[in-house]
């Protein structure tokens, strides 16, 4: 069955640059969407297929997809991005997300 | 302004069925992919299964021969049922609705209701 894999956890400094990655055979071939959730909350889409801002969410938040490797990357974080991101891919005859990434803003 | 709303019973015992509706405010149920994903207390998403079309459905293979999603037009409501449940089916189950059709993010989320499998 096929697999994302994500570092567990990514940790930030107030204003800087957080990259989050989701790994994936040939991911690359794939429309990748991301997640964000925090905690007793939904998850919010936060980017779909690869780079895809939907309406209302920052323009701090990019995504791009090549290889094996996707990526969610949050510019200018602040102390509101703190949550779990979670990628998304369709595989063959499932959806598959990611394991999930911690993000903390110090 | 589209909204999801889940309910159904916060306990349900082992070796029963789990079953739970969304009811859809703001949106025809006729329309668009509707899901449910669950997710186990302190772990990650899972995907269950869409209805679309009204009738026609796509499930997780790992929980297939278990599930049934089935939609009622009359009330804008689908709903889940889960067989044979044991304590690896507690989760906050959601549901949600696919934002641009087949295989696309889903773009609105119920609250999510927490559903415990014990004796």
């Known amino acids: 069955s096929y697999e994302l894999t994500q570092p567990l956890s990514v940790s930030v400094a107030l204003g800087q640059t957080a990259r989050i990655t989701c790994g994936g055979n040939?991911?690359?071939?794939?429309?990748v969407h991301w997640y964000q959730q925090k905690p007793g909350q939904a998850p919010v889409v936060v980017i779909y297929r690869d780079n895809k801002r939907p309406s209302g969410i920052s323009e701090r938040f990019s995504g791009s997809n090549s290889g094996n490797t996707a990526t969610l990357t949050i510019s200018r974080a602040q102390a509101g991005d703190e949550a779990d991101y979670y990628c998304q891919v369709w595989d063959t005859s499932t959806e598959v997300f990611g394991t999930g990434t911690k993000v903390t803003v110090l | 302004q589209v909204q999801l709303q889940e309910t159904g019973p916060g306990l349900v015992k082992p070796s029963e069925t789990l079953s739970l509706t969304c009811t859809v405010s703001g949106d025809s149920i006729i329309n668009d992919y509707w899901s449910w994903i669950r997710q186990p207390p302190g772990q990650g998403l899972e995907w269950i299964g869409d209805i679309y079309n009204i009738g026609s459905t796509n499930y997780n293979p790992s929980l297939k021969s278990r599930v049934t999603i089935s939609v009622d037009t009359s009330n804008n409501q689908f709903s889940l049922k889960l067989r044979s449940v044991t304590a690896a089916d507690t989760a906050v189950y959601y549901c949600a609705r696919r934002g641009e059709g087949e295989h696309d993010a889903f773009d609105i989320w119920g609250q999510g209701t927490m559903v415990t499998v014990s004796s």
């Open positions: 040939k991911i690359g071939s794939k429309n």
